[in-house]
């Protein structure tokens, strides 16, 4: 069974850089399309990022382009979200997603993924 698990979260002032893993375990990651996603409280969850299962192509939410980053390195089973120049509406719960999608097809719908992790809190306040 696919399990993913997200950490690197936590308290950060405006400005700063959080880094968030999602480790997979179950299955090899090489085959699963993968994506960030955030919920704030009272608000819908929203897509933030996503990466193709080979990693070569990306995509971001407007609010945090240029300052985030997604990648993956499938041998240790684990996607990465960087997350630079922080802002306090960049508060929320960020969770990680996977879909088995082995083509180069991109999505930030939360319901075209069927893996979640339990997400982790991330805060931006000075």
């Known amino acids: 069974q696919l399990q993913l698990a997200e950490s690197g979260g936590g308290l950060v002032q405006p400005g700063g850089s959080l880094r968030l893993s999602c480790v997979f375990s179950?299955?090899?990651?090489?085959?699963?399309?993968v994506g960030w996603f955030r919920q704030a409280p009272g608000k819908e969850r929203e897509g933030v990022s996503c990466i193709t299962s080979s990693g070569h192509n990306t995509n971001y939410a407007e609010s945090v382009k240029g300052r985030f980053t997604i990648s993956r390195d499938n041998a240790k089973n684990t996607v990465y979200l960087q997350m630079n120049s922080l802002k306090p509406e960049d508060t929320a719960v960020y969770y990680c997603a996977a879909v088995f999608q082995p083509l180069e097809v991109l999505s930030m719908r939360p319901d075209e993924y069927d893996t979640w992790g339990q997400g982790t809190q991330v805060t931006v306040s000075s």
């Open positions: 179950g299955y090899t990651l090489a085959y699963y399309a």
